[in-house]
C-alpha cells in the first residue's frame, strides 16, 4: 500500500477529521441521552432531521450551512412537539411514540428528496444512511510543510469546520453546565426540589444532541449518527459509575472508534490484497459495535463474564 503525502492530505485526512469530530460531539451529548435512558432520542433525532434539511435547501436554494441548519433545527423542534403530542393524545408510551413520530418524518424528507428541485442536490437515500465522507476533499496542501501554515488550516473543508465548531460549543456548555446535567440525567426529582428546572434542563440536552446530529448528519450519515450517540457512552457506563471518567472514556471510545474505522475501511481491504475500499460510516459504526459487545463481555465489573465469575465464586464460598 503506497499513499503519497498529497492523496492522503487532500483525500483521507479532512474525512479523517469529519468522521472523528462527528463520533466525538455525539459521543459526549450521547452520555446524557443514556443516562436518561433516552437512547432512542438519538435515533429519533437523526431520521427527523431529514425533511428540515430538504426543506431548507427547497427554501433557499443552495447548500449552505444556514438554511438547512435552520431547517434541520425547526424540523428537530417538531419532532419533539409531535412526540408529546402523540405521548398525550395518544396515551402511548414514549417510546412508541418517538418510533411513530421520526418514522414518519424519515419518510416525509425520502419523498421530498424525490421532488424535482431536491434532486439538483447532492442528497439522496445512500447520502442520508451512509453519508459522504469520501467526498469530503481538501485540495489546498501540497506537502507535509504546508500544514504548519495556520492559512492552510482554514481553508479546510466546511464540514470538518463545521463538526469542529460543534464539538467546541457541545464540550464549553457542558464543562459550564456539569453539575446541573449530571443531577437532572440521574434524579430530575431532587433536581426540581434544588430550584433547578429538570425540563428546561433536558429540553438543553437534546438541543445539543440535535446540533450533533444535524452538524453530523451530511458528513457521517444516519446510520453513524445513532451509533455514535449510543455505542461510546454505553461502553463508558460498562467500566464505571463515575461522570467525569465517564466522559473521557467515552470521548476516548468515539475518537478511537473514529480514527480506526475510518482506517479499517480506507486502507484495511488493500492491507489484504484487494483494489478496494469500504463505507467509511459503515465501518466506524461496525467497530463502534464490536467495541460495545466485547465490553459486555469482558468489562471487570458489569461484565457478563465478571458476573458470571462473581456468581459461581459466590456459590463456591457458600
Given at each position: 500500500m503506497n499513499i503519497d503525502a498529497v492523496t492522503f492530505l487532500s483525500v483521507d485526512l479532512p474525512a479523517l477529521l469529519a468522521a472523528l469530530f462527528a463520533c466525538l460531539s455525539c459521543a459526549l451529548v450521547g452520555n446524557f441521552l443514556v443516562l436518561r435512558r433516552q437512547s432512542l432520542m438519538g435515533d429519533a433525532i437523526s431520521h427527523a432531521v431529514l425533511p428540515g434539511i430538504v426543506a431548507g435547501f427547497l427554501v433557499a436554494?443552495?447548500?449552505?450551512?444556514?438554511?438547512?441548519?435552520?431547517?434541520?433545527?425547526?424540523?428537530?423542534?417538531?419532532?419533539?412537539?409531535?412526540?408529546?403530542?402523540?405521548?398525550?393524545?395518544?396515551?402511548?408510551?414514549?417510546?412508541?411514540?418517538?418510533?411513530?413520530?421520526?418514522?414518519?418524518?424519515?419518510?416525509?424528507?425520502?419523498?421530498?428528496?424525490?421532488?424535482?428541485p431536491a434532486r439538483q442536490?447532492?442528497?439522496?437515500?445512500?447520502?442520508?444512511?451512509?453519508?459522504?465522507?469520501?467526498?469530503?476533499?481538501?485540495?489546498?496542501p501540497g506537502g507535509w510543510s504546508d500544514l504548519a501554515d495556520p492559512a492552510i488550516w482554514a481553508t479546510l473543508p466546511r464540514q470538518v469546520l463545521q463538526l469542529v465548531a460543534v464539538f467546541a460549543i457541545c464540550l464549553t456548555i457542558i464543562l459550564i453546565f456539569f453539575k446541573e446535567f449530571t443531577l437532572v440525567s440521574f434524579d430530575p426529582a431532587l433536581a426540581d426540589t434544588l430550584g433547578l428546572k429538570s425540563g428546561l434542563v433536558q429540553h438543553v440536552i437534546v438541543a445539543l444532541a440535535a446540533?450533533?446530529?444535524?452538524?453530523?448528519?451530511?458528513?457521517?450519515?444516519s446510520i453513524l449518527v445513532i451509533a455514535m450517540l449510543i455505542c461510546p457512552a454505553a461502553t463508558a457506563r460498562l467500566f464505571t459509575d463515575r461522570m467525569v471518567p465517564q466522559l473521557a472514556l467515552s470521548l476516548l471510545v468515539g475518537g478511537v472508534t473514529g480514527v480506526g474505522g475510518y482506517g479499517l475501511a480506507a486502507f484495511g481491504p488493500s492491507l489484504l490484497g484487494y483494489d478496494m475500499a469500504v463505507n467509511a460510516a459503515g465501518s466506524i459504526a461496525v467497530l463502534a459495535g464490536i467495541i460495545l459487545a466485547l465490553s459486555i463481555l469482558l468489562a471487570p465489573r458489569y461484565g457478563v463474564l465478571a458476573r458470571v465469575t462473581g456468581r459461581v465464586m459466590r456459590g463456591a464460598a457458600a
Amino acid at each position: 500500500m503506497n499513499i503519497d503525502a498529497v492523496t492522503f492530505l487532500s483525500v483521507d485526512l479532512p474525512a479523517l477529521l469529519a468522521a472523528l469530530f462527528a463520533c466525538l460531539s455525539c459521543a459526549l451529548v450521547g452520555n446524557f441521552l443514556v443516562l436518561r435512558r433516552q437512547s432512542l432520542m438519538g435515533d429519533a433525532i437523526s431520521h427527523a432531521v431529514l425533511p428540515g434539511i430538504v426543506a431548507g435547501f427547497l427554501v433557499a436554494g443552495t447548500r449552505d450551512t444556514f438554511p438547512m441548519l435552520a431547517g434541520a433545527l425547526t424540523a428537530a423542534l417538531v419532532a419533539g412537539v409531535m412526540i408529546e403530542l402523540v405521548r398525550r393524545l395518544g396515551r402511548v408510551e414514549a417510546g412508541a411514540a418517538m418510533g411513530v413520530v421520526f418514522t414518519g418524518l424519515f419518510a416525509l424528507g425520502v419523498v421530498l428528496i424525490e421532488q424535482g428541485p431536491a434532486r439538483q442536490v447532492d442528497l439522496d437515500a445512500d447520502c442520508v444512511l451512509y453519508g459522504q465522507l469520501e467526498a469530503i476533499l481538501w485540495l489546498t496542501p501540497g506537502g507535509w510543510s504546508d500544514l504548519a501554515d495556520p492559512a492552510i488550516w482554514a481553508t479546510l473543508p466546511r464540514q470538518v469546520l463545521q463538526l469542529v465548531a460543534v464539538f467546541a460549543i457541545c464540550l464549553t456548555i457542558i464543562l459550564i453546565f456539569f453539575k446541573e446535567f449530571t443531577l437532572v440525567s440521574f434524579d430530575p426529582a431532587l433536581a426540581d426540589t434544588l430550584g433547578l428546572k429538570s425540563g428546561l434542563v433536558q429540553h438543553v440536552i437534546v438541543a445539543l444532541a440535535a446540533l450533533a446530529a444535524i452538524a453530523a448528519f451530511e458528513a457521517v450519515g444516519s446510520i453513524l449518527v445513532i451509533a455514535m450517540l449510543i455505542c461510546p457512552a454505553a461502553t463508558a457506563r460498562l467500566f464505571t459509575d463515575r461522570m467525569v471518567p465517564q466522559l473521557a472514556l467515552s470521548l476516548l471510545v468515539g475518537g478511537v472508534t473514529g480514527v480506526g474505522g475510518y482506517g479499517l475501511a480506507a486502507f484495511g481491504p488493500s492491507l489484504l490484497g484487494y483494489d478496494m475500499a469500504v463505507n467509511a460510516a459503515g465501518s466506524i459504526a461496525v467497530l463502534a459495535g464490536i467495541i460495545l459487545a466485547l465490553s459486555i463481555l469482558l468489562a471487570p465489573r458489569y461484565g457478563v463474564l465478571a458476573r458470571v465469575t462473581g456468581r459461581v465464586m459466590r456459590g463456591a464460598a457458600a
